[in-house]
């Protein structure tokens, strides 16, 4: 419950701001075993030619066999077509955390050994997820997390046909075997449970991908609903615009001291004739006092240690590992600092984009600590902030992977007001350490300079 609880309270709640892949439209496709519906996930996936598309077959959620049922199975005498032998509760949660906006850890089902892997798939950021499976609309509680729920129908002779074909070929079946569990099995519980399941949906396709005007009618409206996802996350961005100028900044913002060093090596950095050398040497420089600054947000743990001339000092260390994740590519120019400062400092990426169409942040790449969830900080690094939008996305990310937000610091060189306050109005519990305020639009040239293209 408590679980719940947090989704509820960073996604759902905060209704001025979620992400974008935040209540991810789930498509449904149910269907006789062989009935054409892995075929007609890919034929839409194909005709989207969109990103952050991911299928996911129910055929991963099969419980784990007993020693007993293991045995019926291998002799091709146990139901793997009865609603009993799909593990729905985990599935369900599976759907609830994607819809939340949440990671999610698939199974892993092993046909020929008839036993679920020790090993996952991580899932983490779909606009849509087509969910199919023989017992896709059979659930009331996924029926309610369903946007679109399609029957794939096809004439059982082909199914049988089709289901031969795979088996043998895929899943190491022989054909005896195969015959044998679609007349004890397959064809029984699809009068009783699949065929049912036809009343439930919203469209029905006969002919499977040769039903191109059913295909486009799914894409269609899928497509349409993105676009109604992008308009109101830009427009919630917008809202956020409200009140950068008269308010003021969060207390959670802290600017580097001012003093003669800082500003000779900002007249360095900024000035255009300054070489590349010299460039990089002054960066490095001034992001190391950055890092050394934002560990005054770390939270520490009074300690009493003895000193090499036998006396007692009564000091501080942090209270866990801190790590840090790098927002790609300007957050990379942070890292050979972050080196200097935390040398064995666990680190992480993000690449995070600007749609060129829509203006909107899109999410490419991720590669986080396993454990990040217990560190007990987490330093966000990016060259430049200005708009916000990036910066949205990597804390939210972060949430989404179990990072407390009042665990997060994000380091910078230069901002703009609006983008901070976007983001302490979104995340007041984050703390923001940079070197200078610039103007609310300004181009990413510290980068460019730094990494020399």
Known sequence: ??????????????????????????????????????????????????????????????????????????????????????????????????KAGKRAEIPVYSFEKHQRMPETTSIYSPHVLILEGIFALYDPRILELLDMKIFCEADLDTCLSRRLLRDVKER???????????????????????EPQRKTADIIVPRGIENHVAITMVVQYIERKLVEKSTHHRAALNLLEIGSESQSLSDRVSLLEVT?????????????????????????????????????????????????????????????????????????????????????????????????????????????????????????????MSSGGSALMAVQVLLDHGVEQDRIVLITYTAGRMGLHRLTMVFPEVSVVLCSMVPDIEERWVEKRYFRC
């Open 260 to 384: 003669p060093q800082g500003r000779s090596m900002n007249t360095i950095i900024r000035n255009i004739d300054t070489n590349a050398e010299d460039f990089i040497f002054y960066f490095d420089r001034l992001a190391s006092l950055l890092v050394e600054q934002s560990l005054n947000n770390v939270r520490f743990k009074e300690s009493t240690i003895e000193t090499p001339q036998g006396n007692i000092y009564h000091g501080l260390q942090a209270k866990g590992e801190v790590s840090a994740v790098a927002i790609l590519r300007g957050g990379a120019a942070f890292e050979t600092a972050l080196k200097r400062v935390i040398p064995d400092c666990k680190t992480g990426r993000m690449l995070i984009q600007s749609n060129v169409r829509t203006g909107e942040p899109e999410l490419h790449y991720l590669k986080l600590p396993d454990d990040i969830k217990t560190h007990e900080s987490v330093l966000l690094l990016d060259a430049q």
């Open 1 to 98: 419950m408590a679980e719940e609880a947090d989704t509820h309270v960073s996604v759902q709640t905060r209704a001025h701001y979620s992400p974008p892949w935040a209540d991810v439209s789930i498509i449904g496709i149910a269907g006789s075993s062989g009935s054409g519906k892995s075929s007609l996930s890919h034929a839409i996936v194909k005709k989207l030619n969109l990103p952050w598309v991911v299928i996911l077959s129910m055929d991963s959620y099969y419980n784990t066999l007993n020693a007993e049922q293991s045995k019926k199975a291998f002799a091709c005498e146990f139901d793997f077509d009865s609603p009993e032998a799909i593990d729905f509760n985990v599935l369900v949660q599976t759907l609830r955390d994607l």
């Open 172 to 194: 190491a079946r022989d054909v005896e075997g195969c015959i044998k569990q679609w007349f004890s099995f397959v064809k029984p519980n699809f009068e009783k449970y699949v």
